[in-house]
């Protein structure tokens, strides 16, 4: 058969010598559809965000300030001392940086391109954070491409889930790392769904690229729920195959997806084999040790603990209008404890999700359904306790989360993705349907549909007096009759407002629906319509919660205040004692000043046991007073001497030394003798100032002692009764759960010396004439600190329930602690050698691809 020859391009006509007219927008779309896609994503990021991004501005919430404090001494270990750090000593007496995800530095792979970028020129501090919402838009984009969806019902997926409000929340409030965790889902799924339609080893590597960089940035229960999905999108396809009779396909197809699996969480097991090393030293994977003995260990952080944010099947009525129960605040008049957002996905996107259900014709419509209806219940928690515990007992690790209400994640995922198959199932049926009478009679409902929902909203608002007395009977009364009116009628307000929008969202899609069927409009235009309502349908939600500040706000906050630069006059080794409300604050770590206190979702289990016995943020400055009401309300009345508890006071006493606390600040008068007011300062909580008191512990030892002679118990509930017990006394004796090597001796002239006290390295020097106990009052965790007797590795105890000691033989002698994890080291070369297989299946993936596309080519021009 004789080749075909290609016209040579001086063969070819010339161009005309006028100008070719500009292509129009629609053909410039649909000539380069996904890239206009996202471009249309990354130009809606730049609107909603521009005050982030050209303004350089930030969100300042509490959950923001937290973690930005503890970041700050981390940051400056790492850039300008050079120490990779694993280790904080700034909160709880110490506890892993690094397996906490405090601070997990170059481990997500976009973010070491933001860090080099940020080197040569000064990025907004938020960029990093808010250029991930496209990533959110084009993997639903892709995923209904991939089905072949057209182009604007794929759109409007990619918008609806990029701007879902919950997802805005997220970054609003704080949640970075959640936003950013949850926008790969969908770009997952696109990329999962491509290695089971090809099977080919460059899908498999851009799957397990896609998966592994989504474990990296590191929320742990967004990559969980993940997973879920992931799974449950496996079986589905499984089954698919063998009603289809491919059930020869399925080994293949496993072998794969257990290979993705494999490189994905290799490519981040630096950070997951960190955090499963830590995972049974913190309250997310412990018991207390408080707990009782006799009856069913409880599993995981603990039933009630676990379900404390459930979403209540009532609170579906934010699907519909977002401000049914408030907007967040005072106003939120929900079943959780708190929230500061709807559950709202757009009135459009809701029931076009619903159309797609009830007329599917594609295959994943049914998935995607369950899948959002399995993660509605899961969401529901301790209200639909049988299912929750069903997971909560059975599923690995499913009992380490809290907040149920974060699956609802899913939940918009798949009504987005729904939404796109129901847009494109609408505009097919206006397109098929050719019967003119029909068209009209169906327009007709449609017309009287609309009118009859703007009809609901006059009639609501002209008897609005009646509907908020039933309202008023539904909200719950928390306040003087006055301030709960004043708040009644501004959450009525809001949702009668939202009742008009979504009103006017809703009336002006069916008009836009009728006006098809007429054939008035076209499909383009009916489908741009669908996508502009949703956009301000959604915006209009999501301007409400953007509400950006300027930098200077945080940067105020992580400077020295006044406490802070009072501390800083005082260069010991100490740590402070913050009372009350105080006490969770992380702010002074930023200052490098080490707190008893501080915040932590995953603080070490043996802390936690301290503070649940002891309750010393509330009850030191408690036993000196006594709550009584006055006016209808309750005060603080001061004790007299004798009717203090000398008990409790001896015991507290004890604790303050030997957690070599130096400070105590509180809001309260404290009338004890070995403590000295040293300074007063006015501090603001809620807005409002507080006087503050810093009183000095005249009696506090050092952050490490010697101590010659121990105390052994074989449970750490009668150590801990003992410990918090006056009988204790720290100078003379240290509490362990195992015998030492060197049984220790008083020796009044035994001296210890604190040479060195590094984030990751401690040095002590120690003399006596007779063996004993180097305590130490950091947190014990046997996986990072190793102890060094003059160069030679020895044990380190378990001493006081979380701290550590070393038995030290007589003489003179140098201890070091060091912080060295293996599970770090070993996730470390793991993740370099999966990084270059997935590298390898791209690059040798890519070249295979091009060479079959030239082998085809050449055989069609054969």
């Not at 708040?487 to 009742?499: E, S, V």
């Not at 995953?602 to 408690?622: C, G, H, S, W």
């Not at 001497?641 to 030997?658: G, M, T």
């Not at 509930?717 to 008083?746: G, Q, W």
Request: contains cysteine.
């Amino acid at each position: 058969m004789a080749k075909k020859k290609r016209k040579s391009r001086a063969s070819q006509p010339a161009q005309s010598s006028s100008k070719m007219p500009a292509p129009t927008l629609v053909e410039t779309l649909a000539q380069y559809p996904d890239w206009s896609a996202l471009g249309i994503f990354i130009l809606l990021m730049a609107i909603f965000f521009n005050e982030i991004i050209f303004g350089s501005k930030i969100y300042f919430s509490p959950d923001l300030q937290a973690p930005a404090a503890l970041a700050t001494p981390l940051k400056k270990a790492l850039w300008e001392d050079g120490i990779y750090p694993l280790w904080i000593p700034y909160i709880f007496a110490g506890m892993p940086s690094f397996a906490s995800l405090i601070y997990t530095p170059f481990v997500y792979l976009p973010y070491i391109i933001f860090t080099l970028l940020n080197q040569v020129v000064s990025l907004p501090p938020l960029l990093q954070h808010v250029i991930h919402y496209p990533i959110a838009g084009i993997g639903v984009y892709l995923y209904l491409r991939e089905f072949k969806v057209d182009f604007v019902p794929s759109l409007l997926g990619g918008i609806a889930f990029m701007f879902t409000p919950y997802l805005i929340t997220m970054e609003v409030f704080g949640h970075g790392s959640q936003m950013m965790t949850a926008v790969y889902m969908p770009l997952a799924l696109w990329a999962v769904e491509r290695l089971f339609r090809h099977g080919r080893l460059l899908h498999l590597g851009i799957a397990a690229l896609i998966l592994g960089i989504q474990f990296q940035r590191g929320h742990v229960q967004i990559v969980y729920y993940t997973w879920m999905v992931l799974g449950g999108y496996f079986l589905y396809h499984a089954v698919r195959k063998i009603r289809q009779g491919e059930a020869k396909k399925l080994p293949l197809m496993t072998g794969q997806f257990a290979l993705m699996s494999v490189l994905a969480f290799g490519l981040s097991a630096v950070l997951y084999f960190s955090i499963y090393e830590y995972m049974p030293y913190s309250i997310r994977g412990s018991e207390s040790a408080l707990a009782a003995t006799t009856g069913p260990v409880q599993k995981g952080v603990g039933f009630e603990y676990a379900t404390q944010w459930s979403f209540s099947p009532a609170e579906m009525l934010t699907f519909i209008n977002p401000s049914f129960f408030g907007f967040g605040g005072p106003t939120y008049w929900g079943t959780m404890p708190f929230t500061d957002y709807p559950n709202y996905m757009g009135i459009l996107v809701l029931l076009l999700a619903v159309f797609a259900i009830l007329y599917r014709r594609q295959h994943p419509v049914l998935f995607w359904a369950v899948a959002a209806g399995v993660a509605l219940l899961i969401s529901f928690g301790k209200h639909f306790a049988v299912f929750y515990k069903l997971l909560y007992e059975l599923l690995p690790f499913f009992n380490r989360f809290r907040v149920p209400v974060m699956i609802l994640i899913v939940v918009q995922m798949s009504v987005a993705i729904l939404a796109g198959f129901g847009l494109q199932r609408l505009l097919a049926f206006i397109r098929a349907n050719r019967d003119a009478r029909q068209r009209q009679m169906l327009s007709s409902r449609w017309f009287i549909a609309a009118a009859a929902i703007i009809g609901v909203a006059l009639l609501i608002t002209v008897a609005r007096d009646a509907f908020f007395s039933f309202m008023q009977g539904l909200y719950p009364d928390q306040y003087s009759p006055s301030e709960q009116l004043m708040l009644d009628r501004r959450r009525f307000d809001m949702l009668l407002k939202d009742w008009w929008l979504v009103s006017l969202w809703l009336a002006g899609g069916m008009v836009l629906v009728a006006l098809a069927l007429r054939r008035q409009v076209g499909e383009l235009v009916l489908g741009a319509g669908v996508l502009l309502i949703t956009l301000a349908d959604l915006w209009a939600v999501d301007f409400r919660l953007n509400k950006p500040t300027p930098k200077s706000q945080l940067d105020r906050y992580l400077q020295a205040d006044e406490i802070s630069r009072f501390l800083q006059q005082d260069s010991t080794l100490y740590r402070i004692l913050p009372l009350g409300r105080l006490f969770n604050e992380n702010r002074w770590a930023a200052q490098g000043i080490h707190s008893l206190g501080g915040y932590h979702a995953a603080k070490p289990r043996v802390i936690q046991d301290l503070f649940d016995i002891t309750q010393l943020e509330r009850n030191y400055a408690m036993k000196y007073y006594r709550i009584v009401g006055q006016s209808g309300r309750q005060q603080l009345q001061p004790l007299q001497a004798d009717q203090v508890d000398a008990r409790q006071r001896i015991s507290h006493q004890n604790l303050l030394d030997f957690l070599n606390i130096k400070y105590v600040i509180s809001p309260y008068p404290l009338p004890e003798p070995s403590l000295q007011l040293r300074h007063q300062v006015s501090y603001f909580m809620g807005g409002q100032p507080i006087p503050l008191n810093i009183y000095e512990n005249l009696q506090v030892l050092p952050r490490a002692y010697l101590v010659g002679g121990y105390r052994k118990f074989d449970s750490p509930r009668e150590a801990l009764i003992y410990l918090t017990s006056e009988a204790f006394d720290p100078r003379k004796e240290v509490l362990l759960y195992r015998d030492p090597d060197i049984v220790p001796e008083p020796d009044s002239l035994a001296t210890s010396e604190m040479v060195e006290y590094g984030l990751q390295k401690i040095v002590v020097r120690v003399k006596a004439e007779k063996p004993q106990l180097l305590f130490l009052s950091d947190t014990h965790y046997p996986p990072g600190w190793h102890a060094f007797l003059d160069g030679k590795e020895v044990p380190v105890l378990q001493a006081n329930h979380a701290f550590r000691a070393v038995a030290v033989p007589a003489g003179e002698h140098t201890i070091e602690f060091r912080y060295n994890s293996r599970s770090f080291w070993n996730g470390l070369w793991v993740s370099l050698a999966s990084l270059l297989l997935i590298v390898g299946c791209i690059v040798l993936g890519r070249r295979r691809a091009v060479a079959e596309s030239e082998q085809v080519e050449r055989a069609e021009t054969a």
